[in-house]
């Protein structure tokens, strides 16, 4: 009787380990949430984005390129989205096309280009530790993400389209490589009744979604904009549901990688 006992207590055991051992959880929080991230260098257009949605609570990831040559007042400005809270991250010193640099000049000289100057001046001139990576036009390879969390904690890429909700891969995969959505305007996929579905069950799920946009204008007159009256429909949704703003660093905070 006894070791029928034991058998039974093992047997539990074993299966408790195997279930604690199988694909990693997925992450859900309460009522989901919502992570914008922002490309290039629009500091102006950035800083008059945060004024007018501090009513939100919004919190946003910055992911700055071609850092050497932007002005006193762009430095600035970088500065005060930071001291908001706002995640600085990187986006390229030079802002290349990842996949084809490294294959045409090798991982090596990649890192030495586009990463190290970038990390330097950061930690030499800024002093922000940047711990997020997004890619600049959404292009890289995974030999590249490998050797990008070597220097960062969490990298980018981009996956467009205008798949239903439950198959979007922009939702936060539980990995330190994820995938942002577009909201520019130019964007075949744009809509801002599509974002609210994707946040509607994100907010249902507890799944993060994940965006990204370029520069936030009053009217869109070019490509690489969203407009205003499209990022506060996010805001205001993510707001109105409880749902939680999210940096890429909150996301590695949280990933089992
Ligand atoms: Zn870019």
């Known amino acids: 009787m006894k070791s029928y006992v034991w058998g ?34 629009h500091f102006k257009d950035w800083l008059k984005t945060d004024s007018l949605f501090k009513a ?42 990842a996949a084809a640099y490294v294959a045409l000049k090798g991982m090596d000289t990649y890192i030495n280009d586009e990463i190290i100057p970038l990390i330097e ?26 050797e990008l969390i070597n220097y960062f904690d969490i990298v980018r890429g981009i996956k467009n389209g205008n798949r239903s909700p439950e198959r979007s891969p922009c939702y ?19 809509s801002p009744d599509y974002f609210l579905d994707l946040l509607a069950y994100a907010n ?20 690489y904009q969203v407009s205003l009256a499209t990022l506060e429909t996010i805001c205001k949704y993510a707001c109105e549901h409880q749902m939680h703003f999210y940096t890429l660093s909150d996301l590695a905070n949280m990933s089992d990688d």
């Open 172 to 190: 936060f995969n539980n990995s330190t490589t994820v995938y942002a959505l577009g909201l520019d305007q130019n964007l075949f996929h744009h």
């Open 56 to 97: 939100y609570e919004w919190k946003a990831t910055f992911c700055v390129s071609l850092i050497g040559s932007r002005s006193p007042e762009d430095i600035q400005s970088m500065h005060a989205l930071h001291a908001a809270g706002h995640e600085i991250a990187g986006h390229g010193y030079l802002h290349v096309h």
């Open 121 to 146: 001046y950061f930690e030499q001139d800024s002093m922000i530790d940047l711990r997020a990576y997004a890619y600049p036009y959404g292009s890289h390879h995974v030999s590249i993400d490998n």
């Open 204 to 223: 249902q799920e507890g799944k993060i979604m994940i965006f990204y946009a370029h520069r936030p204008v009053e009217t869109v007159t070019g490509d």
């Open 8 to 41: 039974m207590i093992a047997s539990l055991l074993i299966v408790i380990s195997a279930t604690s051992c199988a694909q990693p959880e997925e992450v859900t929080v309460p009522n989901g949430g919502v992570v914008i991230t922002f490309d290039d260098h």
